[in-house]
């Protein structure tokens, strides 16, 4: 065995060099490569699909989802959940009601346990949607898979998403453009939801068109249950008014 530093030659049970004492057979940590890889092509995936979706978020959505395949879906799903859990968390003074103050400071005053009941409550909808999602499948005969089931409710929150970064930026000042956007979203999300469901779950337009609302009405009602959570009082981190 040749040292990799001086080129000189040792035994093969060696663990020092001879010559200039490196030390064989150690790994420079540099992080977990597979991990930072898989992070990556799962962005390079979304971005993609998120591409597509831009110029035609209905029609495009079966197209994009069956290019990915079901495990590209599956990370692809994941990393919209991601940004849809960071796009409601940063409107949290808009969708807790509080206008006219800082997230920060709405952060502060929830507490350590408010802030995490908070974030599991911004989780929700891509929760709810994806088990939804799942659900409708199972019960009702449909052919995708998780991957299909996960990256159709990471797209259909997208329009929402966007939504909720645009009232974080623009303010509670601004609740009638905040107001106007909130319905083309909820439109949007909901036609991507019916879209997959008959296109890339392959329901029948009937089942489909009864899962749509079944499965949005169960998201927003675990939702309300933990905004009840959050703004439950100081007691168990939640805001006081």
Not at 15 to 40: E, N, Q, R
Not at 159 to 175: D, Q, T
């Amino acid at each position: 065995m040749f040292c990799q530093k001086c080129g000189t030659a040792n035994t093969d049970t060696a663990t020092l060099c001879s010559s200039c004492a490196t030390a064989f057979g150690l790994a420079v940590p540099t992080g977990s490569p597979a991990v930072t890889d898989t992070v990556k092509a799962a962005s390079r995936d979304a971005f993609a699909a998120f591409k597509t979706l831009a110029a035609n978020p209905v029609g495009a959505l079966p197209a994009a989802c069956a290019t990915l395949g079901d495990a590209k879906a599956l990370r692809s799903g994941v990393a919209f959940g991601v940004v849809s859990v960071l796009c409601f968390a940063s409107a949290g003074p808009i969708l807790l009601g509080v206008g006219g103050i800082r997230l920060s400071d709405l952060y502060e005053q929830l507490g350590f346990g408010g802030v995490l009941k908070y974030l599991a409550f911004a989780a929700i909808p891509f929760v709810g949607l994806t088990l939804g999602s799942v659900g409708a499948r199972k019960f009702l005969g449909g052919k995708s898979a998780l991957g299909s089931d996960c990256f159709l409710a990471g797209a259909a929150l997208l329009p929402a998403s966007l939504c909720m970064l645009a009232a974080s930026l623009l303010g509670f000042e601004h609740f009638e453009l905040i107001g106007i956007l909130a319905v083309f979203a909820m439109c949007l999300g909901v036609l991507m939801l019916y879209s997959g469901y008959t296109r890339i779950t392959q329901l029948t337009e009937r089942a489909a068109s009864l899962s749509v609302p079944v499965v949005v009405l169960l998201t927003v009602w675990l939702a309300k249950l933990m905004l009840g959570k959050v703004l439950g009082g100081p007691s168990g981190g939640g805001f006081s008014y």
